[in-house]
């Protein structure tokens, strides 16, 4: 027995439970709602919003380093060969990861979800909803990979007199996470159970 099918509906602000027909809640006020409306619409606009930042993160330089005159730049994948010389494989492989597999990892998942949900088909909704959640759980700490990038870049290059700045591909690079955990959050976990539902 879901809420739905009972004819309640919660408060998405206060959590409070009141009947379907009711179109605020009496005790903050907030609109009362089922199902968020367009849910899908609105993953795919973050989605590709996401990606389409996410392509000059991967294409510009992250740091920008002037030591003693000589300037350099690395993109992420160019600071993940430079650790790779240094013999630095371990931070290689935290870099790559983080910024590189991780990133592409919550596209094909949050794609893939909303594709399923569209689609149809047969529908594992308990697996649908765990990938959902370690999405969700994965972009509340996705805006480290800027940090570990800048830090890890910038302990390569440190000596003395030496200048460190953000390139362009940092500001890419955040706004491409914030619109794929903006993407993850417009996703209702709802509408798993009610295409799954459809489909018995």
């Known amino acids: 027995m879901t809420a739905r099918a009972a004819g309640l509906v919660g408060c998405r602000h206060c959590g409070s439970v009141w009947p379907s027909d009711a179109a605020t809640c009496d005790l903050c006020g907030g609109p009362l ?4 409306p367009n849910s899908l619409q609105r993953v795919w606009a ?3 919003a996401g990606a389409i930042f996410y392509v000059p993160a991967n294409l510009y330089p992250m740091l920008r ?3 003693m005159g000589r300037e350099s730049a690395d993109t992420i994948l160019g600071g993940v060969v430079e650790l790779v010389h240094h013999h630095a494989y371990f931070v290689a492989a935290v870099v790559f990861f983080a910024s590189i597999m991780i990133p592409m990892g ?9 594709i399923v949900i569209r689609r149809g088909g047969q529908i594992q909704s308990h697996s649908l909803h765990l990938l959902h959640e370690v999405v969700e759980f994965i972009g509340r700490w ?6 570990v ?3 890890l870049s910038a302990l ?10 953000p390139g362009l591909a940092a500001i890419c690079f955040a706004l491409s996470v914030v619109f794929t955990m903006l993407s993850a959050l417009s996703f209702d976990p709802r509408i798993i159970y009610d295409a799954a539902e459809v489909r018995e």
Do not use: E, G
């Not at 709602?33 to 968020?36: F, G, I, L, P, V």
């Not at 996705?142 to 940090?147: A, G, K, L, P, T």
């Not at 390569?156 to 700045?165: E, K, P």
């Open 149 to 151: 990038v800048a830090v």
């Open 156 to 165: 390569v290059h440190l000596s003395f007199a030496v200048n460190i700045n």
């Open 106 to 114: 919550k596209f094909a998942a949050i794609a893939y979800l909303a």
């Open 65 to 67: 380093t002037d030591l």
């Open 46 to 48: 973050w989605w590709w």
């Open 142 to 147: 996705s805006m480290i990979d800027v940090f």
């Open 33 to 36: 709602s089922s199902r968020q």
